[in-house]
């Protein structure tokens, strides 16, 4: 009769394994404070913890958690990506965080909830998401 297929959905919440294959690495460096850099666009939403020079520490995104198509902007994404960060950050002895969000989409809110949610308090928020402040330039007029 040939064999039975298995159907698995993809791109639903985050296995075992790849949360843990993304904890396995993290620096031996010990900090108390750093930055958190959250790009948030309408695809997916990228978390970045840096030191306070602004070097690079660890880094997760939605897509990397297994995230696929449209899920990978949504709020549970972005939830899922920063508690990964957080537990980075726990393993850094990081305690206080200063964030920096950029972009409009819709795992800003998320994100920073679910950092106050493992612990790690922020001091301050700077919204840095680039605003047209002109436009382009204008085309011709039309001559008829």
């Known amino acids: 009769m040939g064999k039975k297929r298995i159907i698995t959905k993809s791109g639903g919440d985050v296995s075992g394994e790849t949360k843990e294959r993304s904890l396995s690495h993290v620096s031996k460096r010990r900090l108390e404070n750093g930055i958190v850099h959250i790009e948030s666009t309408y695809n997916n939403t990228k978390l970045i913890l840096t030191d306070t020079e602004g070097n690079a520490l660890v880094w997760s995104s939605s897509g ?13 994404a972005a939830s899922k990506v920063s508690e990964v960060v957080a ?30 949610g493992k612990g790690i308090e922020i001091s301050a928020i700077q919204d840095r998401t680039p605003i047209p402040h002109n436009g382009p330039r204008a085309k011709k007029p039309r001559r008829v």
Do not use: C, N, Q
């Open 87 to 116: 537990e980075k950050a726990k393993a850094l002895g990081i305690k206080e965080v200063y964030v920096v969000v950029k972009g409009v989409g819709s795992g800003r809110e998320s994100s920073i909830r679910t950092l106050i």
């Open 64 to 76: 990397s958690l297994g995230f696929k198509g449209a899920k990978k902007g949504t709020p549970f």
